[in-house]
């Protein structure tokens, strides 16, 4: 059973930080790209960040800067740091993995920034 779950979601100040979790289980993390999309109230999904199973890792131009993504191929684990975080930044935050076949999907945790 595959199983993606994300952690570290919560209330940050502006101008702060907050270092997003996902443990991964079922699949082999290593051959997967993973990465983080987050969606905003009554805003479409959009990607935060990719990174390859090699470790190459790919931003949208919108999203350069703020937020970096890692992996751990060890604890099967993708990781998104978070800095000088804007309201704007609201939203559910949701890891996913993608292989040659198959895509996968966490439920998502949500990041709230406000005073």
């Known amino acids: 059973q595959v199983q993606l779950v994300e952690s570290g979601g919560g209330l940050a100040q502006p101008g702060g930080s907050l270092r997003l979790s996902c443990a991964t289980s079922?699949?082999?993390?290593?051959?997967?790209?993973m990465r983080w999309y987050r969606q905003a109230p009554g805003k479409q999904r959009e990607l935060v960040a990719t990174i390859t199973s090699s470790g190459y890792t790919i931003y949208p131009d919108s999203m350069k800067g703020r937020f970096s993504i890692s992996r751990d191929n060890d604890k099967n684990m993708v990781y998104l740091q978070m800095n000088s975080l804007k309201p704007e930044d609201t939203a559910v935050y949701s890891c996913?993995?993608?292989?040659?076949?198959?895509?996968?999907w966490g439920q998502g945790t949500q990041v709230t920034v406000s005073s």
């Open positions: 079922g699949i082999r993390f290593s051959l997967y790209a």
């Open positions: 996913s993995a993608h292989g040659l076949e198959n895509d996968y």
